[in-house]
């Protein structure tokens, strides 16, 4: 009896380090979401910080061609190093029409794909597919290349272009000669590279919308079909013009697959079978090359107006985007 009581009387004695640690707890409970705050402030912060610093890099070391070239280099069509003339617009206007041409292509080609495989494929045939999907996201872009030189541009050479020849060859875009290497193979190829990043994206979207809102619809009795284009399509349409953003900014950047297959010729034809060449091919071809100081100046030049292109394309497309949805409200 004596021992338990005891042990009773020391259970009951107050612990002198219960009320610090309850204070300390409390603490650190204030702390966190000031501190996870913070964190996540950080995180957001270095984008622009890394941002900022790409954008000062190329302007500072482009100084050199900016005084000497001015505005003139993005209006002249000549290239020549050995003669010191740099002009930007053969390379925009390919990077521009290649991007645009594979992004029209791929933004129908892919969402559709993903349609499919969200809303009508067998579960097990979907998770297949999505898979490979993933793979060909996960290929480097010069097997793309590899792929373009050897099955691509022998199939379009055989196959593809001389009907299209036949059938549209009274436009300007579809006339002349056609050698394999060109802007319409270039944009093929990047073709095949966008679709993979604007399905599995657009996969996902569509599978997070709410199964309440397709039974919603069933029950109104809407078809499989209504219920797609009216319900699911507008509630993951932000989801799938991400996708297409994502899309665009890899046809725009890319380079090794271009090389390959472009033609790299610095000019600008009418026709889409004629070769041309891109800002991030002559980067990637010529910056080892370089070895005056304008020379190298005006190819990091260059580098800065991929930047600008692509913050314009994508600002004008983002607000394309925009004035459609607000259309689409009021209707």
Known sequence: MTTGMLLSESDKTPDPGAPLRTRLSGFLARLGDPLFYGLTLCCAASIIVITGCLVYQLYAHSAEA???????????????????????????????????????????????TAIFLAEMAPRRLSNIM????????????????LLGIFLLVPLLNSTVVPPMQRVLGFLPIF?????????????????????????SISREVLLAVPVEQREASYALGSTHWETVWKVVLPHARRGIYASVFLGLARALGETMAVTMVIGNTPQIAKSLFAPGYTIAAVIANEFTEATGSLYLSALIELGL?????TIVINGLARLLILATTRGLQHG
């Open 130 to 145: 999505a898979f490979l999907v993933d793979l060909l996201a996960a290929v480097p872009s010069v097997i793309y290349g």
């Open 66 to 112: 900016r005084h000497t070239l001015g505005w003139g280099f993005l209006t002249s069509q000549e290239w020549n190093p050995v003669s010191g003339e740099f002009g930007a617009l053969p390379f925009v206007f390919g990077t521009v029409v290649t991007s645009i041409l594979a992004i029209l292509i791929a933004t129908p080609l892919g969402v559709g």
């Open 305 to 309: 107006v991929l930047f600008g292109i």
């Open 175 to 199: 006339s002349g000669s056609f050698y394999g290497v060109s802007l319409f193979s270039a944009s093929l190829v990047l073709v095949i590279m966008v679709v993979p990043f604007i399905v």
